[in-house]
């Protein structure tokens, strides 16, 4: 393409969405009907389906059964610790002993969240580890051949999303929505069949246990969720255990909240010196 | 309900007992030891920072731990100057004005357009995989990389960013980070990743990209010794006045001081379920 002084971008594209907002998600319409995803959410939506069932509608374009709304509202409790050394919740008790507004704090909270260790910004990667599995698995590939990749070299301990908590080795919470999975009537699909073949696994060579999450993305990924659904459904995942410990140090007059002395903080820099004498600038 | 017992046990782990920090050291006072008495920064006094030297070389200095020399302190502050607003076109500012019209507290303005600001289009993340592009290619020839980039198919719709911080922007090259850039690299100051980003911003020319605002932040913070993944924060700082004052200068506006459109240009597209 020569780019002479006529030369005009073709901006066809942006001219088209200039000054107007097309949208499939729907909207507000005054005087006839609040639109969401084609239903219409006073008459099909407010007091007929439960709230998420909306916000996974929301998230995703589609209105998923209520059970399957149930089961991600039970998943949501179970992230809902009001412990106050979790990450994301301590950000919710600083906050509060800022005295900011809650939703300065539960905003902070969900975003420390996305994290590359914890909480929904682990979402992306995981999903695409078990997806790709299942296609290895497809492909004839063997649970303990499918781990066996995910290791440096053979002696290395195999690092997969899922496979190590922090702070603790184990789960409490799978058990739990496993047992309410079936009570609802979910049966196991298979890339939850395969992410507990891949537990035994890496039970059998470091003693691992999956996390929540090894058991979540998978059932979802089971759903016909795909990984960028999944983030986005749970991005709120940490509110409700943020909120508890924003309130609780909010309440307390300010700074109250695990206050440091100086010399809490191990100083590892340079020792006082004395400020160079400046050089004219070049 | 009854519930299966599932093993769980705490790892046995060793936490530090205090946090650690190589740039600041607090002083207690003599009466009350929460309270600082004197502050150092990476060893020199703040008070005699504040009397002797810059924003710029304190700025510096937090993040790479020594003042900078003059060129590097000049070097910093034509940036921060070049990129301190994003203008009121660019989301990240709109959130920020959305919020001011919509009569959010001011003290959320700016955080709201940092938030919008960290995306991996024009924003931090962008900046930080940009440094990353840059330090990984140092070595390699400008021209060859672009052509090994141009090699896929470029999307019929939308900007195409070939790498990180390079690319098209409605369509065109944007010429405000060429004219900085242009100058930075004129600068007697700037350095290699600067002079190799204006090299391979010359080779995609005839295909009518060029440098991105993320990609001349990201060479200056390069040239600087900046790590990738101070990329984003540094981005979000340099261009976190203009949001600001744009979130501000709507904040005591009314809401119609803004566009909200009518009904014949909110286009609902479907409206049955899916």
Known sequence: MSLSITHHDNTAFWDNRRGVIRTRIGGWIPGRAVYCHGYDMMEDLVGKVSYFQVLMLNATGRLPDRRLADWMEAYFIGNSYPDARIWCNQIGSLAGTMHTSPLTATSAGILASDSKMYGPGTVMAGVNFFVEALAKKMNGLSAEEIVTDQQRHPKAKPVIIGYARPIANGDERIATLDLLAKKLGFERGEHLTLAFEIEQVIYNKTKERMNLLAYVLPFLCDQGYTAREIYRLLSALVYAGVVACYGEAADQPGEAFFPLQCNDIYYQGKPLRKIPEKKCLS | ?274
């Open chain 2, 1 to 274: 309900m009854p519930q299966a017992k599932t093993d769980v046990t705490k790892r046995n782990i060793d936490f530090a007992t205090r946090t650690a920090t190589k740039i600041w050291k607090e002083e207690p006072s003599a009466h009350n030891p929460y309270l600082a008495e004197e502050c150092l920064c990476h060893g020199y006094s703040l008070i005699e920072l504040m009397e002797g030297r810059s924003f710029v070389d304190t700025l510096f200095l937090l993040f790479q731990g020594e003042l900078p020399s003059p060129d590097h302190a000049r070097l910093l502050e034509m940036t921060l100057v070049a990129f301190c607003n994003p203008g009121p076109r660019h989301p990240a500012t709109r959130a920020a004005m959305n919020a001011g019209v919509g009569k959010t507290s001011p003290a959320h303005l700016l955080p709201i357009g940092l938030n919008v600001l960290s995306g991996s289009h024009l924003g931090g993340q962008e900046v930080e995989e940009a440094i990353r592009f840059l330090r990984k290619h140092a070595g390699d020839l400008p021209n060859e990389i672009a052509l090994a980039l141009l090699a896929p198919n470029r999307p019929e719709n939308g900007d195409f960013h070939l790498a990180p911080g390079f690319g098209s922007r409605f369509g065109g090259i944007d010429p405000m980070p060429k004219k900085v850039a242009d100058i930075l690299t004129a600068h007697h100051s700037s350095g290699a990743a600067l002079q190799w980003g204006k090299a391979f911003a010359e080779t995609i020319r005839p295909d009518n990209m060029g440098w991105l605002s993320t990609g001349v932040v990201a060479a200056v913070l390069c040239d600087l010794g900046f790590h990738p993944q101070a990329g984003a924060g540094m981005f979000q700082l340099i261009c976190a006045p203009g949001i600001l004052a744009h979130g501000l200068e709507l904040a005591n506006k009314p809401i119609s001081a803004m566009p909200f459109l009518d009904e014949e240009h909110y286009v609902i597209e479907h409206n049955t379920p899916r």
